[in-house]
């Protein structure tokens, strides 16, 4: 019998939350011998720190998590009120807690987004036993990372950042964090694989380790036998001890300016969706082998479009590199600035077509302006239901977005969403479009099941999804 899979992700967002975001992270280097982990453990430790947040909430409960509410005297401020000072009735307060390292001796701080994100306050613990509020500097949600700043009165001790490149499986890492709220935690394990992605089309390729990872353990850092960060710590397999994911350092490198300076990232878009190319698929397409991505939609009137690009080209290589699968095009895309114009080669008809594409600002995009919406969370693609292709449905009931790819074996397919489906309520909030869709998904409180009321072949059904199988740890 074949067992299903949950990713789960891990911040101390107490043991109700356990169950929600999580991931970790892998190594690079030459192996060393076991005994000699404790002196890379000793040397790394004081660079990790222990994260503490506040998070506000209402009885309607949009935000982001939800954690067990610790002893008075944890709280990073005594004068913080508590349920029932200072809040409205509706109102309470919870605290959720997570890992981090310094990436700079002034004071940056490196952690996951799902860490930090809706707290009202932020308290960093060194390892000396030291504490100070922190800033949210910037918020990448994309890539579960954020940015932190304390003022510390001497320089701080900094991390030395690796090349994620450069990790094989099977070397050793160690895992620094805070489970459970116990500080300075150290496990180790190794590189079970690299590339890993986690969600379809989505732009990161984790490290995969057996390191323990557990809640706590989320914005941590994973080291190798050169004591140095090769990822961040940010999810595992719900139910799958020794299936920890972690974020490459190299991917952090490519946008920890922009969190700096201000305090987002600017990400790029070319208007079109994407597919693995399977064997049969090559065969079908007349590719010599399976290398490749195969373009499955063209949104009009945007970069791809612009260029020339059809539905059902392969791309085989983009600004310059080889492109093997789909996990080497999202790296290589992720790192492209926004305003380059890239160089792409096409396959189509058998035949090799060159082709150049501007990549353009997803910020800039607006929700209202595109045709389709790649929710990865939840396994599904959605698209404006007044589209002008025929849906078979009633006049009065063309509203909505329909659903329109899913993934198999994701959170849709296994809630019972089905493709032709139409959305059109979420959490008791009307859909009209990408942007009340995309609002109720960021509104949506995580510690209940997300509500779909779905328009299904003349009849009305509700659904519920679970897309918190990631733990945050």
Not at 36 to 56: F, R, S
Not at 100 to 123: C, E, M, P, Q
Not at 240 to 261: H, Y
Request: charged share 20%; net charge neutral; hydrophobic share 40%.
């Amino acid at each position: 019998m074949q067992m299903r899979r949950s990713i789960m992700a891990v911040s101390t967002v107490p043991l109700l939350a356990v169950l929600f975001y999580l991931f970790l992270a892998g190594a690079t280097g030459a192996q060393i011998p076991p005994s000699d982990w404790g002196t890379v453990a000793k040397a790394t430790k004081n660079i990790v720190v222990n994260i503490k947040v506040i998070k506000l909430y209402s009885q309607k409960g949009n935000s982001k998590e939800i954690g067990v509410t610790d002893k008075r005297d944890d709280l990073p401020s005594e004068n913080e009120p508590s349920v029932g000072e200072g809040l409205s009735p509706r109102s309470y307060k919870e605290q959720a807690s997570g890992s981090g390292f310094i990436i700079s001796n002034d004071g940056y701080i490196l952690t996951n987004s799902h860490v930090v994100d809706g707290a009202a306050r932020v308290k960093v613990n060194l390892s000396d036993g030291r504490s100070f509020a922190a800033v949210i500097k910037g918020l990448d949600r994309k890539l579960d990372l954020a940015l932190l700043k304390i003022e510390a009165e001497a320089p701080l001790p900094v991390a030395n950042l690796g090349d994620s490149d450069l990790l094989n499986v099977g070397d050793g890492v160690i895992a620094i964090g805070n489970p459970f709220g116990l500080t300075q935690t150290v496990t180790a394990g190794i590189v079970s694989a690299t590339g890993r992605m986690l969600y379809e089309n989505n732009p990161d390729n984790f490290i995969q380790t057996d390191a323990s990872i557990n809640p706590g353990n989320s914005g941590g850092p994973l080291v190798n036998s050169r004591g140095e960060v090769v990822g961040i710590n940010t999810a595992k397999i719900a139910g799958g001890d020794g299936l920890g994911f972690a974020i490459p350092i190299n991917v952090v490198k490519t946008v920890l300016s922009q969190l700096k300076e201000t305090g987002q990232v600017k990400r790029g878009w070319i208007g079109c969706s994407f597919q693995p190319l399977t064997p049969d698929l090559a065969k079908s397409f007349g590719a010599p082998n399976s290398e490749g991505l195969l373009i499955a939609n063209i949104d009009k009137g945007h970069s791809a479009d612009r260029a020339g690009f059809r539905r059902g080209d392969l791309i085989l290589e983009f600004d310059g590199k080889i492109i093997r699968n789909i996990s080497d095009f999202v790296s290589i895309f992720h790192a492209t600035p926004v305003g380059k114009k890239v160089a792409v080669v096409l396959l189509r008809n058998n035949k090799r077509e060159s082709a150049e594409v501007l990549i353009e600002d997803l910020n800039e995009v607006k929700a209202s302006e595109r045709k389709s919406l790649v929710y990865e969370k939840l396994g599904l693609m959605v698209v404006d239901y007044s589209d002008g292709e025929p849906r078979n449905i009633a006049d009065k009931e063309a509203n909505g977005l329909l659903v329109a790819s899913i993934k198999l074996g994701g959170v849709a397919d296994e809630a019972g969403i089905k493709e032709g489906d139409v959305v059109k309520d979420v959490d008791g909030n009307s859909i009209d479009g990408f942007v009340s869709f995309e609002k109720a998904m960021n509104d949506h409180n995580p510690s209940i099941p997300l509500r779909f009321l779905i328009f299904r072949g003349g009849s009305w059904i509700y659904i519920t999804l679970q897309p918190d199988r990631v733990l945050a740890v």
